[in-house]
């Protein structure tokens, strides 16, 4: 079977698997649900490191942490990248369930040249009506119509983004400056918010748009049981300044002043009481320092096919080829990768079907980030990291172009923000056991006394809870797995952490 028609399959069993079919939660239905029913109000801060949430400059972000609970060791998914933890926040599972491999990924079927942009949504519904589906995992959305419920998506990010955290829309309703599902909401939106604004540095117009379109809407026709924001700042400004650049600074506390705005409407509408909060990020943030240049460093390795195109396609960290490639050529292009001091970690497909190890020596296994899909490229590349600090004194290095941003194993990429306060949610409480972005939907089901569907991998973080475990009786388990070459030259140690059964990825180094 091939990969395209193996996909096919799988989202035709998906849809059937699901109930893709019944209706959806009108917006009235929605708007009468019973008032006693806790509801749940999902923010995600595009690129927020923990360690910026201070009460200096982000008061209150900071205030809804101290009388909630704060995740000391929470993890973005790997990649870590917007559309990865978007995809993982939807499905409440990691890629090699999900199957959105990176904010690039390379699709034959639909631009066999060239990698598709998944921040835009057009070139996503490309891929959709390619390979016959997009993400190959249930979404968070069609598991809450199926119950009965309603998500609404509030989207100040990219239009692909946004489309994946609600793809299918499943009797819900997404809300963008690019992009507004189903169409028929536009006039009201539109009335409601204003024209919208193209993306800035700081984003601020953008993610006030969305809140308005909140504030307005969101008690009548864009109701819902969960409601996600997503925040475009700090990301794009720390994309384009650098970490604690002052534009950067004012980005956060424009962002803070929108949570806050969010938290005043809920208490003004009378529904603070019974609305649980959640915050996260998609990913944290490093200053790049521009060595590693993975595109020319594939170029002279590329061969020509029959047309005169390269047979290597490289998509951020992916290596994909574009026909078989046999056993000494991958090694020898891992060798040349393994001599670059820029190069971090280098991924491969497992030696045998559960190792954390690669099938070629000095290099660690899909498995060990969950990235083992029928869609998956030969190589998977990290930059390579440190913890220096930059100018403005913010800590963490990596060896990518540009002037800051995400995408490796370091900690300060994987290691992102997770805040929560609310009815449902225990009081006063710092967290040191590991969660990740993929267990924040079937954490959310749990709180609703929504089944959780086996296809979510994430786990149900119940020490969130006021009726759940205490914390600190979690056992958490720290184990290295060391991947080195056979002359020593070249070593990577992948730094786990486990609780209740479930392994994350601390960083490599």
């Not at 993890?75 to 491999?101: E, I, K, M, W």
């Amino acid at each position: 079977m091939t990969t395209r028609r193996a996909l096919t399959v799988a989202g035709a069993c998906l849809a059937a698997g699901v109930g893709l079919s019944p209706a959806g939660v009108t917006a009235a239905t929605a708007a009468r649900q019973p008032a006693n029913r806790s509801a749940i109000v999902l923010i995600v801060v595009d690129g927020l490191r923990p360690d910026q949430v201070t009460a200096d400059v982000m008061p209150r972000l900071h205030a809804l942490g101290r009388r909630g609970m704060t995740f000391a060791a929470h993890h973005s998914v790997f990649p870590t990248v917007t559309r990865v933890n978007a995809s993982s926040l939807a499905t409440g599972a990691y890629p090699d369930t999900h199957g959105l491999l990176g904010n690039a990924v390379y699709s034959a079927a639909t631009f066999p040249t060239r990698g598709v942009n998944t921040s835009n949504h057009e070139e996503l519904e490309a891929m959709t009506r390619a390979e016959g589906t997009l993400l190959t995992a249930p979404t968070l959305g069609t598991v809450l119509q199926q119950a009965g419920r309603r998500l609404v998506v509030f989207s100040a990010g990219s239009s692909g983004s946004a489309l994946l955290l609600s793809h299918p829309l499943a009797g819900g309703a997404v809300v963008n400056p690019d992009l507004i599902r189903p169409t028929s909401l536009e006039s009201a939106v539109r009335a409601a918010a204003g024209a919208s604004s193209p993306d800035a540095v700081p984003n601020r117009a953008r993610n006030k748009w969305i809140v308005d379109a909140y504030l307005a809407l969101g008690a009548t026709a864009l109701a819902a049981d969960v409601t996600a924001f997503w925040f475009g700042d700090p990301d794009e400004s720390a994309h384009a300044m650098g970490l604690g650049a002052p534009i950067t600074m004012q980005a956060l506390r424009l962002v803070d002043a929108e949570i806050g705005r969010i938290e005043d409407g809920l208490r003004a509408r009378g529904t603070s009481g019974r609305t649980n909060i959640l915050v996260t990020s998609d990913h944290g943030f490093s200053t790049h320092t521009g060595e590693l240049q993975l595109a020319a460093l594939m170029a002279p390795l590329a061969q020509p096919l029959a047309d005169g195109s390269p047979d290597i396609v490289v998509t951020e960290g992916a290596i994909n080829f574009r026909r078989p490639v046999d056993a000494a050529r991958l090694a020898a292009v891992v060798r040349q990768l393994q001599a670059r001091p820029e190069v971090g970690a280098i991924f491969t497909a497992p030696d045998f079907p559960e190792s954390l190890r690669g099938v070629v020596p000095g290099t660690l296994s899909f498995n060990a980030v969950r990235w083992q899909h029928p869609r998956s490229a030969a190589l998977l590349v990290s930059g390579n990291w440190t913890r220096d600090r930059n100018t403005a004194g913010v800590a963490g290095t990596t060896t990518q172009t540009g002037v800051a941003g995400h995408g490796t194993s370091s900690p300060y990429d994987i290691h992102n923000t997770l805040l929560a306060a609310g009815p449902d949610v225990r009081a006063a409480t710092t967290s040191t056991a590991p969660t990740s972005n993929a267990d924040l939907a079937p954490t959310m089901l749990t709180m609703m006394g929504v089944a959780v569907p086996p296809s979510m991998t994430g786990r149900a973080v119940t020490e969130l809870l006021r009726s759940g475990p205490v914390p600190s009786s979690l056992t958490v388990t720290r184990t290295i797995v060391i991947a080195a070459t056979a002359d020593g030259r070249y070593r990577v140690d992948a730094h786990l952490s486990t609780v209740a059964g479930h392994r994350y990825l601390d960083h490599t180094e």
